[in-house]
């Protein structure tokens, strides 16, 4: 016999039987497609990368931990988890980007190396600040930049620091190379001279730094990102109090002071100098005191002055519009407008996740730049979201103070990948579409700490300033230190699939900077990968699709030297006897028989803790050798005017040396 409850309870179930299979239905709906295992296994066909260890300094004993300020003991593994550093470039002068500044944390040195496999051309060293007041128990490189800072046509290495203010490793300019001969004697330490970028005594915690000219002067100007309050003793084992975290998990502006510095002089020689200006007040207390991990410089709205974008942990993340004139800086923020069913945290300028890295490139083939940002996107744990901010082409209501760009990661198959820190778009099987990259991965260890973590993210926000009140995260202690870099390919689908286990990528490492660059000249693109408390490793790229490529080095007069009144172009790498240096900040726009328009701009050294060459590279697809190239490029001279050519190329390397006086198009 059926009674009344037994009804009631035969309804309840299927009322919940109902549910879950509508619930199953749409989900199946609005899931995204993904490739298939064997669609993700053709894909890696495409790529193949050749691994190489760089190499280890013996004399140095290599450590897994900093020593920290008492109050930061608990949580040591959590403040000593960045620092690992690379930059690739071409520091002695032979025509390839084939040589490295990195840091590498275990020794806490700034290691100068060539490439491994392109020659042993210098013996591997180590950049030593002396005689500059600096204590190696309190201080500790955090990164890199290889640029031209002086501007006499040798590369210098940018050190930037937590406990100190960046220094400059200014090049050596002997007499004979005055004259115009080339460079002879191997780079060493005796190569360089250190010299204070600012006249200061504070302690900067300073953890990315890139290079980009902010007012149009024509000369590089720097921009920091600090971290660590400054004047803070983070690295001191034996100073007393209590120090300073983030005050709030999702609005945290008591960081350090992000800073503008501008370049004001600088001289050549045995003795070279260089002077930048910190210039202080123009960026909103709420830019500047944000938790910066990554910060990138590109124009935007084609007025040849690059915008800022300060990816921040623990509070939104920030793009601002450049208006400054030479030697008067002025940016202003930009946000995004929330449309119906956006989350808040989709929207530019509002979200609350943990910004580390950032890069810019046209991922949809519109022609405009688009950026992709990491944020920490664990399958476990933090469910947050990469960014790839897409540019909708609006660039008038720049002008307004709104960003035009949304948030489209998801459904292009890169929201997710794990413990985000460098985020890098380039094209590695040079097929016209860029691959994204990314480093993964915060703590190795075996204790599993999420849990804690979680519970830190659901404290109270008054607790967070204060470390004795945060979890422990020690050595041993395991934070998403077993995830896997990411490579992200473009399926047929439109969507991108991460092909990091078919390209044997998957083994755990914990990594924090990339560097690319063409390193040996062969037109695909290579990268190098820094590893924290780990051994690094450069990437050879063997490509075999064997697609074309143009690669252009872009490069302006340097102090003292005539400037060509017209735009020179040649084949192949820059020479030794031609003293130039990398046009920061140029952009070049390539028109394609087929309607697209590749855009790139050379790159100062944007993201977390990797810098790329400062060439530009342009995947062709099945292009032949003698197509010829329309190439668009736009410019600032050596005295900050603003410049416009078209040039007409053949596929491959090119040297092209940027004039000040329009001369017409040009052909090679």
Known sequence: MITPKTVEFLRRRAAALVAIILIVTFYAFTRLPAPSPSECTELATHFKFTKFALPELPRYALKSVRLVHPSLERISAWVSSTGAAIALGDIDGDGFPNDLSWVDPRIDQVVIAPVPETGQRFEPFVLNPAPLPYNASTMAPMGSAIADLNEDGLMDILVYYWGHTPVSFLRKKLPAEARGTSISEPLSPAAFVPCEVISSSQRWFTSTATLTDLDGD??????????????????????????????????????????????????????????????????????????????????????????????????????????????????????????????????????????????????????????????IASEFGLQESHFLWLCTGELEKMKDGHAPYLQASESFGLSRSGWGWESRLSDFDNDGTLEAIQAVGFIKGEIDRWPELQSLGTANDQMMHDPRHWPRFRPGDDLSGHEPNAFFVRAKNGRYANIAHELSFDEPMVSRGIAVADVDGDGDLDFALANQWERSYFFRNENPEKNNFLGLHLLLPVQNHHSPTTVIVRQGHPKRDEPSRPAIGTAATVYLL?????????????????????????????????AQLRVELRWRDSIGHPHQETIRVRPGWHTIQLGCEHKGDQTL
Not at 273 to 282: A, I, L, M, R, S
């Open 218 to 375: 024509g000369h590089v100007d720097i921009v920091i990102g600090n971290y660590f309050q400054d004047d803070a003793r983070i690295l001191d084992a034996h100073a007393s109090g209590i120090e300073v975290m983030h005050n709030t998990k999702s609005k945290s502006f008591n960081g350090g002071w992000n800073r503008l510095l501008l370049w004001k002089g600088a001289t050549s020689g045995s003795q070279p100098t260089v002077q930048f200006t910190d210039v202080p007040g123009v960026l909103d207390t709420e830019v500047a005191r944000g938790w910066t991990l990554a910060v990138g410089a590109a124009d935007l709205d084609d007025d040849l002055l690059p915008e800022l974008y300060f990816a921040n942990d623990f509070g939104p993340d920030r793009l601002l519009h450049n208006r400054s004139t030479p030697g008067n800086l002025r940016f202003v923020i930009l946000e995004g407008k929330r449309n119906v069913g956006t989350p808040a945290s989709f929207v530019l300028g509002f979200d609350s996740f943990k910004g580390m890295g950032v890069d810019f490139g046209d991922v949809n083939g519109d022609g405009l730049l688009d950026m992709y940002v990491s944020n």
């Open 594 to 626: 087929d309607g697209r328009r590749p855009v790139g701009q050379v790159d100062g050294g944007n993201g977390h803790s990797g810098k790329r060459s400062q060439d530009l590279h342009f995947g062709l697809g099945r292009l032949a050798n003698d």
